[in-house]
């Protein structure tokens, strides 16, 4: 039998001001984009073409922090941290309200909600057709995401919730598709989503966590093992 020592990585303090206050780290990546966008406009930064690139940034960050939401559950698997799973919420969200401005600027500062030019433009390129399927899909997880509508809906909720696995390829697909030539970035960021959902597959989230139960891998921040505030001591 070998006995492993588990040391805190800093000081009780200031490990437990974290866990109090590390959504607030949350909301302000959320809100980081909108406020360099806003730094932008304010200093003349918005490039030759203003409308293009706020409608390039929204995009940009809306899918970024939609597959960040993604990563929260596959990491929580890995490293048995269960905390990270209450980050999936704003992180969807966040990316939520981009991929929506990201559509506000696109109709209105760019085509003046002109219907009629609106819907031609959907019909004749598909890369918009594709991002306004992914934007729908992602807007009745957004109004449906509070604590009352999880209970009103029951078991249903989670079945509709799982159309993220849909809205986050097709965001990507979208961002791909609307690139002219280098499409690296869309191709790594499809790339990270097919593993993220791989990983989510029954049997492999299964195996991944038979194998760092047994290696005794659970973290020491949830508190679990910890026999004393410096550490915690298990056998294995």
Known sequence: MKRYIVQDAYHPSIRNWLQKNWVHFVHLAGLAPLALLAW?????????????????????????????SLVCTPLSVVSGWKRILTLRRPFGLYGFFYAALHMLIFTALDFGLNIPLIAQEIAEKRYILVGAMALLLLAPLALTSTKEWQ??????????????????????????????????????????????????????????????????????????????????????
């Open 40 to 68: 932008d406009a304010l200093n003349g930064n918005l490039t030759i073409n203003p409308i293009q690139y706020l409608t390039q940034r929204t995009g940009y960050a809306a899918i970024i922090l939609l597959v960040v």
């Open 151 to 236: 209970r009103w809906l029951g078991r249903s909720w989670k079945r509709l919730h799982r159309l993220v696995y849909l809205a986050v390829p097709l965001a990507i697909v979208h961002y791909a598709w609307a690139q002219k030539s280098d499409i690296r970035q869309p191709l790594i960021l499809g790339v990270l989503v097919a593993v993220l959902l791989i990983l989510r597959l029954p049997v492999i989230r299964r195996g991944i966590e038979v194998r760092r139960r047994a290696s005794g891998d659970a973290p020491a921040v949830d508190g679990s093992q910890r026999t004393s505030a410096g550490g915690a001591s298990r056998t294995r």
